[in-house]
């Protein structure tokens, strides 16, 4: 009885000890791992199939999740509905860009953190040149991605996003992101 005691006030001295798990796992970014964010997510429009790159989108997607001061909440259907049905070859690179051209546009806007259209049409306008990039190197073609391109000729591009992420932000809203 009394080894039972010892060893639920040591689990309960744990507990309180304990970091909670929606403390940040770390500080702010700095600007040095901004630029080099930028950068890089620059890099990708250019060059999205360069393996020697690999290591770096690794850096960069964990230092999304790491850092406190910048969130994005993914929202893939700003790419059209059918775009994940379709089963394009790079269909991961042209997702991850999104994302990567969403904090890339908080870094360069922050007043504008409360504006998801804009971060949601920034993330497809940067998917987008890394869609031509692609097209350079391997003649791939996604018609879903192609319309997006035509639409954003037009001009038309923004009303899409807002139209194609309204379940994400209806989302955010109601999470209070």
Not at 73 to 95: M, Q, R, S, W
Not at 154 to 159: A, I, R
Request: net charge negative.
């Amino acid at each position: 009885m009394r080894q039972a005691l010892w060893l639920c006030l040591v689990v309960l001295t744990l507990n309180a000890l304990a970091i909670p798990q929606d403390q940040p796992k770390r500080g702010p970014s700095t600007a040095e791992e901004r630029q080099r964010f930028v950068g890089l997510t620059r890099k990708l429009e250019q060059t999205p199939l360069d393996k020697s790159l690999y290591p770096d989108k690794k850096w960069a997607l964990q230092w999304i999740d790491d850092i406190p001061d910048i969130n994005v909440t993914p929202c893939i259907t700003v790419l059209g509905e059918d775009f994940l049905a379709a089963h394009y070859k790079y269909a991961a690179n042209v997702e991850v860009q999104v994302i990567f051209g969403n904090v890339v546009f908080l870094i360069e806007h922050p007043d504008k953190k409360n504006d998801p259209v804009a971060q949601y049409t920034a993330g497809v306008e940067s998917a987008l040149k890394t869609y031509k990039s692609i097209l350079r190197a391997d003649p791939v073609i996604s018609r879903e991605l192609e319309d997006l391109l035509q639409k954003q000729t037009q001009g038309k591009l923004s009303e899409f996003v807002k139209e194609s992420s309204k379940e994400c932000r209806a989302g955010n809203e109601q999470t209070g992101l």
